[in-house]
């Protein structure tokens, strides 16, 4: 062989050598820690149980006689070594499940285990009606509706077929599958206070808790937290409904290109108790503050102009609630799902420091 060649060969075997041992230092570096569990389990919470009327005759089965247990949550549980005293309960928003939570659609951690690191137990929901809670009282009918391109503006990954210029979403084709498939229908009629009365009874069996909220399930969460005082704090990622006033301080409506707003009303008392405990709601980027004919972005802009309305009332009331809109405070390109985001490291950090300060940690 000719020197030359020989020389090439050698360089080139060396040079691959070292890419592959670079590589496999990277992906070692990467790599997170194991995480180290206690404890795990799941269980239905909460629910009725139906009874028609009549016998049931075991050879010739009818509805006659039987049961349906139905309208509870599922849970899965995680406790992680040495546990903090105040587990975190996740409830996810509409079309979703309590996959919203674990693996995020490129495959990284979710909030899920990402506070299990931090020292919490965590519980993830499916709410009432829906994923693995799919029992229901209630008929509906399902429908097999195409509308992959509506949640890609809705939830704000940019305007079909375009992302958004600086989205904190992994934009292979793989995340974006696996996006779309999270999204589930309900299996019956969705109903706050059905979601509300199973978070609290949930609860009730883990005593005193945090509540984590995402869109939709910022209704049902305040409704949880008024049912409940075990209720200690709550982080809501972008409430979408449910925004819950006084009587006497419902605000005026809200009209967008995407529909109306509306604020809903409760009791006066009922409304205080939700002065009693630190509450924060945090809104990501890509939405404006004034109105435009873009539908999928100013269906955000009254949200966040009604959830500082929100904040307002509770804060007069006597309340410690917060509104953070990440864009001002540097952090730019949240979709709807901040916790599954790019940086949902980062988003999490933040709301690790809001926990410590208000002693809920």
């Keep these: 062989m000719p020197r030359t060649l ?43 149980v139906s009874q028609t009327a009549g016998t049931y005759n075991n050879n010739a089965p009818t509805a006659e006689g039987q049961s349906l247990h139905g309208d509870h949550a599922y849970v899965f549980y995680q406790v992680p070594q040495d546990p903090k005293p105040l587990p975190i ?21 979710g909030f899920q285990s990402i506070f299990l690191r931090k020292g919490f137990s965590t519980y993830i929901v499916d709410q009432p009606r829906r994923g693995r809670a799919g029992n229901s009282t209630v008929a509906t009918t399902i429908e097999p509706t195409p509308y992959d391109q509506l949640f890609f503006d809705q939830f704000r990954l940019g305007k079909w077929p375009d992302y958004f210029e600086n989205v904190q979403f992994d934009r292979s084709p793989a995340a974006l599958d696996q996006f779309f498939r999270s999204v589930t229908p309900n299996t019956g009629p969705f109903d706050a206070n059905v979601i509300a009365d199973a978070m609290s ?47 006497g301080e419902v605000p005026a409506d809200m009209p967008s290109a995407a529909g109306t707003l509306k604020g809903e009303v409760v009791p006066v008392a009922d409304f205080e108790k939700l002065t009693k405990l630190p509450i924060v709601i945090y809104y990501g980027d890509n939405f404006p503050v ?8 100013d269906n955000w802009r009254v949200r966040l102009g009604m959830a500082k309305l929100w904040v307002e009332a509770v804060n007069k009331h006597g309340g410690d609630a917060a509104l953070v809109h990440l864009p001002e405070i540097g952090i730019k390109g949240g979709t709807h799902f901040l916790m599954s985001d790019l940086n949902n490291v980062e988003i999490a950090d933040v709301v690790s420091k809001f926990l410590t300060d208000k002693k809920l940690d």
């Design 201 to 247: 009874a949930l609860f009730e069996k883990t005593g005193p808790g945090i509540l984590f909220t995402h869109s939709q399930a910022g209704g049902p969460g305040w409704l949880a937290a008024i049912k409940n005082p075990n209720v200690k704090g709550i982080v809501a990622i972008e409430p979408g409904s449910g925004f819950i006033f006084p009587e």
């Design 290 to 297: 004034e109105p435009t004919t873009e539908r999928g972005q």
């Design 89 to 109: 309960i996740m409830l996810h928003g509409a079309f979703q499940s309590g996959r919203s939570w674990e693996t995020t659609p490129d495959g990284r951690e």
């Design 6 to 48: 020989a020389k090439t060969l050698s360089v080139l075997a060396f040079s691959t050598a070292l890419a592959i041992t670079s590589m496999a230092f990277a992906q070692s570096a990467s790599k997170p820690e194991p995480l180290v569990i206690q404890d795990q389990g799941s269980f239905a919470v909460g629910g009725t």
